[in-house]
């Protein structure tokens, strides 16, 4: 074989860089090579559990949607491993495997929100979400997001909702439209008046058509006020019982409680969620945004609306924080993100609660991870061994078991990196072992039968290729179905039996011809066993 030819043949050469670039994400992308830097599933390494109580009993086919609404909201492709599940019929645990903090956070804020929209005009609600049309949020040209952190998404509302908005907010052009995600209900909201600019009007904000939001000042709140409040949520600041503890202390003892399914709620939240954010500073600045009561956007109605029922679109706007560009941009892709979630996920068929996550250790965990590896070498040992009897030339064996383990090597290091390389997409990859060996015999025969006749050897890759490609397609076809099935569970076998058929077909096993093409073309006289005591020449 002639190796300086196979170097500078260009498959052989994307195969190796591919390697390389395989190498860096399972040893190298933290930097200490010492360490396998793969995303592991909660069967391998742990994770944590997030309780998550409803407020009331459900029945089967109202537990399935909640369930199948909070897998869409946090697992929408199936690539970070979630398992959602139901406990009974009033409580759902979501396992994570283990995550950053910031990611852990993100999840709890997903779960949390009702996913309930309203855009509310003049104190009504114009719209809500289900005005919204699904496949109209966002996409190619519906969201924008800016190196300063500010950001906009796109949304299509349908007829009916635009002839609602148009009827509500008739004779209020050049008010402010109110745009809420999860606006509290039966709540007040207390903030130090130093988060309020003086001159700012924030009121109109607040008002709803049977449901205002309360505000409350703490300078000008007393510990026997708290006896006063008749509202069921209350929104403070998360430092209330260190910096106000007399006022803490006596919400508590009026039976606020910061358990979140609780009749009366004490909801502590960080000084940047309570400020309002305005748009530009000094008196009679807009209010833009208040995470403290869901407000997204407060855009001004420019126009009339016209009484048409016709399909329609809106925007919300928005500006994240950050110390520098590349944060600001990256806080604001993940607010985007967010949005869409839960704008897209539905809103939740009763109101949840999320308890405090905490760690699990899965029994067997490390046990799991090695038996994996086990079966897939001792499932390589046996395809070794049948191509051997088959075959009985190492020359033509190597190739197909190095090609075999290169494959499986890739697809591990690309699902382990990208994704996360759970108890089912291990199946997968072991489920790969057969297909790939299947090519490589389908290759190998074809070279060998049609060596000594006058046969090109493009019409050789031709004839093998056109099997190989066909079988890939409908491997294809029938892992598609389980892929969009939206069984997050077994989406993972799906994900690596697809990445092992595109691995496969663009790059191991044209590089295999090429190594096959020139250990059958160079054996010379010698006889070639298929298997069946026949010997081809």
Same mark, same amino acid.
């Given at each position: 074989? !002639?190796?300086?030819?196979?170097?500078?043949?260009?498959?052989?050469?994307?195969?190796?860089?591919?390697?390389?670039?395989?190498?860096?994400?399972?040893?190298?992308? /933290?930097?200490?090579? +010492?360490?396998?830097?793969?995303?592991?599933?909660?069967?391998?390494?742990?994770?944590?559990?997030?309780?998550?109580?409803?407020?009331?009993?459900?029945?089967?086919?109202?537990?399935?949607?909640?369930?199948?609404?909070?897998?869409?909201?946090? !697992?929408?492709?199936?690539?970070?491993?979630?398992?959602?599940?139901?406990?009974?019929?009033?409580?759902?645990?979501?396992?994570?495997?283990?995550?950053?903090?910031?990611?852990? #956070?993100?999840?709890?804020?997903?779960?949390?929100?009702?996913?309930?929209?309203?855009?509310?005009?003049?104190?009504?609600?114009?719209?809500?979400?289900?005005? @919204? @049309?699904?496949?109209?949020?966002?996409?190619?040209?519906?969201?924008?997001?800016?190196?300063?952190?500010?950001?906009?998404?796109?949304?299509?509302?349908?007829?009916?909702?635009?002839?609602?908005?148009?009827?509500?907010?008739?004779?209020?052009?050049?008010?402010?439209?109110?745009?809420?995600?999860?606006?509290?209900?039966?709540?007040?909201?207390? $903030?130090?008046?130093?988060? $309020?600019?003086?001159?700012?009007?924030?009121?109109?904000?607040?008002? #709803?058509?049977?449901? /205002?939001? *309360?505000?409350?000042?703490? /300078?000008?709140?007393?510990?026997?006020?708290?006896?006063?409040?008749?509202?069921?949520?209350?929104?403070?600041?998360?430092?209330? +019982?260190?910096?106000?503890?007399?006022?803490? *202390?006596?919400?508590?003892?009026?039976?606020?409680s910061l358990n979140a399914s609780a009749?009366?709620?004490?909801?502590?939240?960080?000084?940047?969620?309570?400020?309002?954010?305005?748009?530009?500073?000094?008196?009679?600045?807009?209010?833009?945004?208040?995470?403290?009561?869901?407000?997204?956007?407060?855009?001004?109605?420019?126009?009339?609306?016209?009484?048409?029922?016709?399909?329609?679109?809106?925007?919300?706007?928005?500006?994240?924080?950050?110390?520098?560009?590349?944060?600001?941009?990256?806080?604001?892709?993940?607010?985007?993100?967010?949005?869409?979630?839960?704008?897209?996920?539905?809103?939740?068929? $009763?109101?949840?609660?999320?308890? +405090?996550?905490? !760690? &699990?250790?899965?029994?067997?965990?490390?046990?799991?991870?090695?038996?994996?590896?086990? =079966?897939?070498?001792?499932?390589?040992?046996?395809?070794?061994?049948?191509?051997?009897?088959?075959y009985r030339r190492f020359e033509l064996?190597?190739?197909?078991?190095?090609?075999?383990?290169?494959?499986?090597?890739?697809?591990?290091?690309?699902?382990?990196?990208?994704?996360?390389? /759970?108890? =089912?997409?291990?199946?997968?990859?072991? =489920?790969?072992?057969?297909?790939?060996?299947?090519? *490589?015999?389908?290759?190998?025969?074809?070279?060998?039968?049609?060596?000594?006749?006058d046969v090109t050897t493009k019409r050789?890759?031709?004839?093998?290729?056109?099997?190989?490609?066909?079988?890939?397609?409908?491997?294809?076809?029938?892992?598609?179905?389980?892929?969009?099935?939206?069984?997050?569970?077994?989406?993972?076998?799906?994900?690596?039996?697809?990445? +092992?058929?595109?691995?496969?077909?663009?790059?191991?096993?044209?590089?295999?011809?090429?190594? &096959?093409?020139?250990?059958?073309?160079?054996?010379?006289?010698?006889?070639?066993?298929?298997?069946?005591?026949?010997? #081809?020449?």
């Amino acid at each position: 074989m !002639n190796f300086r030819r196979l170097l500078a043949n260009r498959k052989i050469q994307v195969l190796i860089v591919l390697l390389f670039v395989c190498t860096f994400l399972i040893f190298l992308r /933290d930097g200490n090579p +010492s360490t396998i830097d793969l995303n592991l599933g909660i069967e391998f390494e742990g994770g944590v559990r997030i309780p998550i109580s409803l407020e009331k009993p459900l029945d089967p086919a109202q537990m399935t949607i909640m369930v199948d609404t909070i897998k869409a909201r946090i !697992n929408k492709f199936g690539l970070t491993q979630a398992i959602v599940r139901p406990l009974g019929n009033k409580e759902i645990l979501v396992e994570l495997p283990q995550a950053q903090a910031s990611a852990i #956070k993100s999840v709890e804020s997903i779960l949390r929100e009702q996913g309930k929209f309203e855009a509310i005009v003049g104190g009504k609600t114009a719209l809500n979400g289900s005005h @919204i @049309i699904p496949t109209g949020i966002g996409g190619a040209n519906g969201e924008q997001i800016n190196p300063d952190g500010s950001w906009q998404l796109t949304f299509s509302v349908t007829g009916e909702g635009e002839l609602h908005f148009a009827n509500v907010a008739a004779g209020h052009k050049g008010d402010n439209v109110y745009m809420f995600l999860d606006r509290p209900q039966n709540a007040a909201v207390l $903030v130090a008046r130093d988060f $309020v600019p003086i001159g700012a009007d924030i009121q109109d904000a607040l008002v #709803k058509e049977g449901d /205002d939001i *309360q505000l409350i000042y703490l /300078d000008t709140f007393t510990p026997d006020a708290a006896t006063t409040l008749t509202v069921t949520t209350l929104i403070a600041p998360q430092n209330l +019982s260190t910096t106000h503890s007399a006022i803490y *202390q006596s919400l508590k003892n009026a039976g606020y409680s910061l358990n979140a399914s609780a009749p009366k709620r004490l909801k502590l939240i960080p000084d940047e969620e309570l400020r309002p954010q305005f748009l530009g500073f000094g008196v009679g600045a807009p209010l833009s945004s208040w995470d403290a009561i869901g407000l997204q956007s407060a855009p001004v109605l420019q126009v009339e609306p016209l009484r048409k029922e016709t399909i329609t679109q809106y925007s919300i706007t928005g500006s994240a924080q950050g110390a520098d560009q590349a944060e600001l941009k990256q806080n604001a892709a993940v607010e985007v993100r967010q949005l869409k979630s839960v704008l897209a996920g539905g809103r939740l068929p $009763v109101s949840a609660s999320v308890g +405090s996550y905490y !760690n &699990i250790s899965p029994s067997l965990g490390n046990q799991f991870l090695t038996y994996s590896f086990y =079966a897939i070498g001792a499932a390589v040992l046996l395809v070794a061994l049948v191509v051997t009897l088959f075959y009985r030339r190492f020359e033509l064996v190597l190739p197909i078991m190095f090609t075999l383990i290169i494959e499986i090597f890739v697809t591990v290091a690309i699902l382990g990196a990208l994704g996360t390389l /759970d108890l =089912a997409a291990m199946a997968g990859v072991i =489920a790969l072992i057969g297909a790939s060996v299947d090519s *490589q015999i389908v290759i190998t025969d074809e070279l060998i039968k049609k060596r000594g006749h006058d046969v090109t050897t493009k019409r050789r890759f031709q004839d093998a290729f056109y099997i190989v490609f066909t079988t890939a397609g409908l491997a294809f076809a029938s892992m598609l179905p389980l892929l969009f099935s939206g069984i997050v569970e077994i989406t993972g076998f799906a994900v690596a039996a697809l990445l +092992s058929v595109v691995v496969g077909i663009v790059i191991t096993r044209p590089a295999y011809a090429v190594v &096959i093409e020139e250990t059958v073309f160079e054996a010379g006289p010698q006889q070639i066993h298929d298997g069946h005591g026949h010997k #081809k020449v």
